[in-house]
């Protein structure tokens, strides 16, 4: 074991990024974990020996992260290295170093988190440290049993369809890879003999587990994966799959996959990724479903009896008057037949094709007076929900 520490910023919002690096360091290190800044700052005064600390951040996160950063500054703490990553880090890294970062990595970091540690105490590293790409999911826990850090199970990453808003393929690439069956079975019995009984994953699209392309469905491998894990635990846990923190895309929805959620697992709504109610901007996207598609998804998933929640965006860098009118007609059909919609407002994200013609074109900074009359008249019913509001705040302040 080492003498130096290491220091995690346990954020809600993060925590998922830091449960495949934790089983790679804890044999090796002392960690700490700092849930809310307050306590961040406290561990840090209080541990005297070499600490490393570590920070993963959204886009949504900068200005939260930038104020952190000063105050960390500001105690002038000895023996600390600070280092940054995440979906902005990755995208931004020289800004993630002018925000006071001493190192960033880039991209995946199971592959290179140890043996970087160690170069960072021996200060032998360059600024900019780019991650390997994980190839094999197998190889990596998802969380420690030893520290009790536990959460979803990473089932499935990167995403052949390059949506021109998401991050996830040019963060992860565009090849979906997949954790096996076995190897998740694994996981699946780390969760429930630590008293973990709801079993949930990650994946950018559920239905998409166990597909070659990423753009069909395996049928097969999608119903081994739940019927195995349902006859490991029986009756002593419950599944959710296709919900929270994941989704699903609308053309993946049909009777057949459908079938699936209700014989395996416990879920009683399915996420579906809809984005707009605009053909043109579906197109301007590259989403690469229509709107058709909305609509079939949220009919058969109400029709089994579950509820359909439905991601919608406004506020896309070409977004036009009559965009908006049709995603607000599909919102208003939907919500019509029983949907909630799951509201956002488009900010940009670094690396995405849409970060630069955002950055060179800038028309909403406020919601089309549709959209309030839309939001007045469906939140306090509960059809409506999300952080809109927040984001649009996160929006201007980037711009600014």
């Known amino acids: 074991m080492y003498e130096e520490k290491i220091i995690i910023y346990y954020h809600k919002d993060n925590r998922y990024s830091f449960l495949p690096?934790?089983?790679?360091?804890?044999?090796?290190?002392?960690?700490?974990?700092?849930?809310?800044?307050?306590?961040?700052?406290?561990?840090?005064?209080?541990?005297?020996?070499?600490?490393?600390?570590?920070?993963?951040f959204f886009t949504t996160q900068i200005f939260e992260i930038k104020n952190l950063i000063e105050k960390i500054k500001s105690l002038k703490i000895k023996n600390l290295i600070t280092l940054a990553g995440g979906p902005h880090p990755t995208g931004r890294e020289k800004e993630a170093l002018n925000l006071g970062f001493d190192y960033v990595v880039c991209g995946e970091g199971e592959e290179i988190i140890l043996d970087l540690i160690l170069d960072l105490i021996k200060d032998k590293k360059e600024k900019i440290i780019y991650g390997k790409k994980v190839?094999?999911?197998?190889?990596?826990?998802?969380?420690?049993?030893?520290?009790?850090?536990?959460?979803?199970?990473?089932?499935?990453?990167?995403?052949?369809?390059?949506?021109?808003?998401?991050?996830?393929?040019?963060?992860?690439?565009?090849?979906?890879?997949?954790?096996?069956?076995?190897?998740?079975?694994?996981?699946?019995?780390?969760?429930?003999r630590n008293n973990k009984r709801d079993i949930r994953f990650i994946s950018p699209n559920g239905f998409a587990y166990g597909s070659i392309d990423g753009q069909s469905i395996n049928y097969y491998l999608l119903e081994e994966l739940l019927k195995n894990i349902r006859r490991f635990?029986?009756?002593?846990?419950?599944?959710?799959?296709?919900?929270?923190?994941?989704?699903?895309?609308?053309?993946?929805?049909?009777?057949?996959?459908?079938?699936?959620?209700?014989?395996?697992?416990?879920?009683?709504?399915?996420?579906?990724?809809?984005?707009?109610?605009?053909?043109?901007?579906?197109?301007?996207?590259?989403?690469?479903?229509?709107?058709?598609?909305?609509?079939?998804?949220?009919?058969i998933t109400i029709k089994?009896?579950?509820?359909?929640?439905?991601?919608?965006?406004?506020?896309?860098?070409?977004?036009?008057?009559?965009?908006?009118?049709?995603?607000?007609?599909?919102?208003?059909?939907?919500?019509?037949?029983?949907?909630?919609?799951?509201?956002?407002?488009?900010?940009?994200?670094?690396?995405?094709?849409?970060?630069?013609?955002?950055?060179?074109?800038?028309?909403?900074?406020?919601?089309?007076?549709?959209?309030?009359?839309?939001?007045?008249?469906?939140?306090p019913k509960g059809k409506i929900y999300g952080d809109w509001e927040k984001q649009l705040i996160i929006r201007k302040r980037l711009i600014e």
């Open 135 to 192: 190839l094999n999911l197998d190889k990596f826990l998802t969380f420690s049993e030893k520290y009790k850090k536990f959460g979803p199970i990473e089932i499935s990453r990167g995403c052949p369809f390059g949506c021109y808003f998401c991050q996830t393929p040019f963060l992860f690439g565009k090849n979906m890879r997949h954790r096996s069956i076995d190897n998740i079975l694994k996981l699946v019995e780390i969760l429930m």
């Open 21 to 56: 690096l934790i089983p790679l360091l804890e044999n090796y290190f002392d960690i700490y974990f700092a849930k809310k800044e307050e306590d961040l700052l406290e561990l840090l005064k209080d541990i005297k020996e070499k600490k490393i600390l570590l920070i993963s």
């Open 233 to 299: 635990i029986k009756d002593k846990g419950r599944i959710f799959f296709g919900t929270f923190p994941s989704e699903v895309r609308p053309e993946f929805v049909n009777e057949e996959t459908i079938s699936l959620i209700k014989k395996y697992c416990d879920n009683d709504n399915l996420v579906i990724g809809a984005q707009s109610g605009s053909e043109r901007i579906l197109k301007m996207i590259n989403r690469r479903h229509k709107v058709e598609d909305i609509y079939k998804a949220t009919e």
């Open 304 to 379: 089994n009896n579950l509820k359909a929640n439905l991601d919608f965006i406004f506020g896309f860098p070409f977004e036009k008057e009559e965009d908006i009118k049709e995603t607000i007609k599909v919102i208003r059909d939907l919500i019509k037949i029983g949907a909630r919609i799951h509201l956002h407002t488009f900010i940009p994200l670094p690396q995405t094709p849409l970060f630069k013609t955002f950055l060179k074109d800038f028309p909403f900074d406020t919601f089309d007076n549709e959209i309030i009359k839309l939001i007045k008249e469906f939140l």
